[in-house]
């Protein structure tokens, strides 16, 4: 529990560094396999209990489902997320008889691949990756660039394994303090690192927060307040990009009214820009196939971006045959979603390209990095309503600061409710504006170009390297029992 320390808001960075040392010490001293694999879980459920408890506010205060469901439901979810730790540690105590310092590669390796298995295992879940603790503060965000957040994950687990080494063997033994000291000013070192060049001057944007309740965001009495409040917001930007968040206007694209489209459309015009409208968007006259779009209106012909990442049992039901009457149960309006294409490429807009991304669609970087590095800039747009007065929104900003350090890209947040921020390509956070209030952050983004090692390979370095590390580790292992026989 004490490691969500290190996550937003509290950006405690050395915090998981340390309690991992704590774990991996009682790991490295477990007698059974089954010992381990416990301490992995109970790592897990103490992480995720803490950490997501924004999912009961969602199911419970927005999605209706009852108390003792929403309960049982969080739980088997942390259940779930807890076996990734959980099964890393039980296959660690098979490599006890290596050397520390291998012993601490494969902990690393193995904490990693199990992390970006969770994110990627039945769509995925990466929130709470452990490489999110470090950005943006931490000297290990200079790795982010160039591994990003699973890379970093893995650098703050060996760090941890060696911590614990270097305290167990004695202070005085620098054999494990040199290297971890080495790492952490090597981090730093990487800061100073320029991996991609400003492009023209920076273009002038206000990013709308329109402060929409959930449980209003829906009813058709509130939908012209909805209007009224975004049209307000808009004309009374100067920006050359507007952003609005994600379905600002929850009505179907096809039925929002064309002179208030263009109404928009020409304000955007007389800023010499554009302005970005959230809308569901249906391509059938039953309905049936929507998607969750960004639309574009003003200076630049007409563009839209439909999500492609969607988020299961909140925009889409996963096998609909047996888990079907969640339907029933969540009071979600449109909870399936159909999926946009994962190749669609940045919109023109205000003399910038711009990386479009819905929500949940920023957790996932080697996603993001498909429209780089022709993008000169991203742009999230969010309905963090959802997780109430939570630390989710928090958790989901720094997630925001990870893409654009591992990009070098400025990231513009644009939400209902908040955290709707300016974040320049280094991760930090230049403009915010307080949560639950409506207004319009007006600021600054400087377009960049070129491409950090992260964009040009993505995580593919670090996957090879935690198998490599795990060929080593078996090698080491089996010279070791064979010594033993």
């Not at 149960?329 to 994962?342: C, M, N, Q, T, Y």
């Amino acid at each position: 529990m004490l490691t969500v320390l290190g996550f937003a808001p509290f950006y405690l960075f050395p915090v998981p560094a340390i309690t991992l040392a704590v774990l991996l010490g009682f790991c490295h001293k477990s007698q059974t396999s089954l010992q381990a694999a416990l301490l992995g879980f109970c790592f897990g459920m103490g992480l995720f209990c803490a950490g997501v408890t924004w999912i009961y506010v969602s199911l419970h205060d927005f999605g209706a489902m009852p108390v003792s469901a929403a309960v049982t439901a969080l739980i088997i979810l942390c259940a779930y997320l807890s076996l990734f730790p959980a099964f890393s540690f039980w296959i660690l105590t098979k490599f006890r008889r290596t050397s520390p310092f291998i012993w601490a590669s494969v902990a690393a390796a193995l904490w990693m691949l199990f992390e970006w298995l969770r994110g990627n295992l039945f769509t995925g879940f990466p929130w709470l990756t452990l490489g999110y603790s470090q950005a943006p503060f931490s000297p290990l965000a200079g790795f982010a660039p160039i591994i990003g957040v699973y890379g970093i994950s893995m650098v703050v687990v060996f760090s941890a394994a060696l911590l614990f080494f270097w305290i167990d063997k004695g202070l005085r033994n620098w054999r494990y303090g040199l290297p971890l000291m080495l790492i952490w000013f090597g981090g730093f070192g990487l800061q100073a690192i320029e991996w991609v060049k400003p492009l023209g001057e920076p273009v002038t944007v206000s990013l709308l927060q329109g402060n929409i309740a959930q449980n209003m965001k829906w009813r058709e009495d509130h939908l012209e307040n909805t209007m009224e409040t975004y049209a307000r917001l808009i004309m009374e930007s100067d920006s050359r990009l507007i952003v609005t968040p994600e379905i600002s206007i929850p009505l179907f694209s096809d039925v929002v009214p064309q002179s208030y489209l263009a109404h928009l459309a020409a304000h955007a015009r007389n800023n010499n820009g554009d302005v970005l409208i959230g809308l569901a968007e249906r391509t059938t006259d039953d309905g049936d196939d929507y998607y969750n779009t960004m639309f574009s209106y003003g200076s630049a012909p007409e563009q839209r971006y439909r999500k492609h990442h969607l988020v299961p049992f909140g925009e889409f039901i996963p096998l609909k045959p047996i888990f079907g009457w969640v339907i029933e149960v969540l009071k979600i309006p449109l909870s399936d979603f159909s999926r946009g294409s994962l190749d669609q490429q940045p919109m023109d807009l205000a003399g910038q390209r711009v990386a479009i991304n819905i929500c949940y669609e920023d957790v996932f970087g080697e996603e993001i990095i498909y429209q780089l590095p022709q993008a000169t800039m991203l742009v999230n747009v969010s309905n963090d309503a959802w997780f109430g007065r939570s630390i989710g929104p928090q958790q989901h900003l720094q997630i925001s600061q990870m893409r654009a350090l591992e990009t070098g890209r400025y990231m513009l947040r644009a939400t209902n409710t908040g955290v709707t921020a300016i974040i320049d390509e280094r991760g930090r956070v230049l403009q915010t504006i307080e949560i639950f209030t409506t207004a319009a952050l007006h600021g600054l983004a400087q377009g960049f170009t070129g491409a950090t090692p992260y964009v040009l390979a993505g995580n593919y370095p670090v996957l090879g390297l935690a198998g490599l590390l795990l060929c080593i580790g078996l090698i080491s292992a089996f010279r070791a029992r064979r010594k033993t026989l």
